[in-house]
């Protein structure tokens, strides 16, 4: 646990599978420390290495993700040796706590929005890899107001790539994630989010990568067949 790294004391905000989230302070600003835990089932030199190898590598990627335009947390600290980054604090809710509430204008902005700065990864060779609303925070919490900015997160298992197969696979999770946990507006934002990344990259590459996301799909259809 990160304590000699922050001012006062910190709350754990959330637990994942393999890192923990906690909320504190760092040099007078509201942060956030991402601690990757030990895990005793590995070998302690091999656990060393994956914890240090991963916290880097993510705090690459959310460094690369804000170089390409799209908005992520500035990065305050980064130690991999304790497998420690601290970020900055973002005011607002996750997406997949916000959709319920967002007016139909609303949701459509907002979906627009995410598509844009999903397209500016793609464009800069960047697949962020859980592309979930879980993972996207909309930084107003007044739910009838339009001026919502959204803020991408959690870049643990983001790489860098040009696949088209990759990018596909990253618009396939967001679609999977609206169809299973918003089922109600999932047509509606998927198109909307669409619009949006073809707003960025033009309407050959939104061709290309929705046939992509077919063919996905179909494959896993026939997965499941055989």
């Given at each position: 646990?990160?304590?000699?790294?922050?001012?006062?004391?910190?709350?754990?905000?959330?637990?994942?599978?393999?890192?923990?989230?906690?909320?504190?302070?760092?040099?007078?600003?509201?942060?956030?420390?991402?601690?990757?835990?030990?895990?005793?089932?590995?070998?302690?030199?091999?656990?060393?290495?994956?914890?240090?190898?991963?916290?880097?590598?993510?705090?690459?990627?959310?460094?690369?993700?804000?170089?390409?335009?799209?908005?992520?947390?500035?990065?305050?600290?980064?130690?991999?040796?304790?497998?420690?980054?601290?970020?900055?604090?973002?005011?607002?809710?996750?997406?997949?706590?916000?959709?319920?509430?967002?007016?139909?204008?609303?949701?459509?902005?907002?979906?627009?929005?995410?598509?844009?700065?999903?397209?500016?990864?793609?464009?800069?060779?960047?697949?962020?890899?859980?592309?979930?609303?879980?993972?996207?925070?909309l930084d107003n919490d007044d739910d009838k107001s339009n001026d919502k900015e959204l803020t991408?997160?959690?870049?643990?298992?983001?790489?860098?790539?040009?696949?088209?197969?990759?990018?596909?696979?990253?618009l396939r999770l967001a679609k999977e994630t609206l169809t299973g946990a918003h089922s109600e507006?999932?047509?509606?934002?998927?198109?909307?989010?669409?619009?949006?990344?073809?707003?960025?990259?033009?309407?050959?590459?939104?061709?290309?990568?929705?046939?992509?996301?077919?063919?996905?799909?179909?494959?896993?259809?026939?997965?499941?067949?055989?």
């Amino acid at each position: 646990m990160p304590s000699a790294a922050s001012e006062g004391d910190m709350r754990v905000i959330y637990r994942g599978a393999e890192a923990d989230l906690l909320r504190g302070r760092w040099c007078g600003s509201d942060a956030v420390f991402k601690f990757r835990r030990p895990f005793i089932y590995r070998l302690k030199v091999l656990d060393d290495a994956i914890r240090r190898q991963r916290t880097a590598r993510e705090a690459e990627m959310i460094h690369d993700a804000k170089r390409s335009g799209a908005r992520t947390p500035l990065l305050y600290f980064v130690d991999p040796a304790n497998a420690l980054i601290v970020m900055q604090w973002v005011k607002g809710r996750r997406l997949k706590e916000a959709v319920s509430s967002l007016p139909p204008e609303g949701l459509e902005r907002v979906f627009a929005e995410l598509g844009g700065e999903v397209a500016r990864l793609h464009a800069s060779g960047i697949m962020h890899g859980d592309l979930t609303t879980s993972n996207v925070l909309l930084d107003n919490d007044d739910d009838k107001s339009n001026d919502k900015e959204l803020t991408l997160i959690d870049f643990g298992l983001a790489i860098r790539t040009t696949r088209l197969e990759d990018r596909a696979v990253d618009l396939r999770l967001a679609k999977e994630t609206l169809t299973g946990a918003h089922s109600e507006v999932a047509s509606k934002a998927y198109a909307a989010l669409l619009e949006g990344y073809g707003g960025e990259v033009g309407p050959g590459e939104v061709r290309d990568v929705t046939r992509q996301v077919a063919e996905i799909e179909r494959r896993g259809r026939y997965a499941r067949v055989e």
